[in-house]
């Protein structure tokens, strides 16, 4: 049975940094599979954050997130991690952890309201205040 658990979410002031882990179990492999972070802010719709295909080869992230979050895969911890550096207030959101089928699901989908991926944690909170 595949798990994902989220964890390092928590409550930091405006640009400060967290970084999100989330360790997989029951089959899926970071390293070797396409992986994604999403986040849910308050009252507002499911977005994608960051993806990563397997192999890490190919990252996909949100614009508006480039060059302040970086998503990361380990070969030898099973887990994928989330860098998030010089957080803003409208970061503040429920983040998760997500694993798809195949790469061509997981970096298409990254892009939908409703992602079509097959493996979901239960997400870590992040809340950044002013």
């Known amino acids: 049975q595949v798990q994902l658990e989220e964890s390092g979410g928590g409550s930091v002031q405006a640009g400060g940094s967290l970084r999100l882990s989330c360790e997989a179990s029951?089959?899926?492999?970071?390293?070797?599979?396409?992986m994604a972070w999403f986040r849910q802010p308050p009252g507002k719709e499911l977005e994608g954050v960051a993806a990563a295909s397997s192999g890490g080869n190919r990252t996909l992230y949100t614009d508006s997130l480039k060059g302040r979050f970086t998503i990361s895969q380990s070969n030898t911890k099973n887990s994928l991690y989330l860098q998030m550096n010089s957080l803003k207030p409208e970061d503040t959101a429920r983040y998760y952890c997500a694993a798809a089928t195949s790469d061509s699901i997981c970096l298409t989908a990254f892009w939908s309201n409703t992602p079509n991926y097959k493996y979901w944690g239960q997400g870590t909170q992040v809340t950044v205040s002013s």
């Open positions: 029951g089959g899926v492999t970071p390293s070797r599979s396409c």
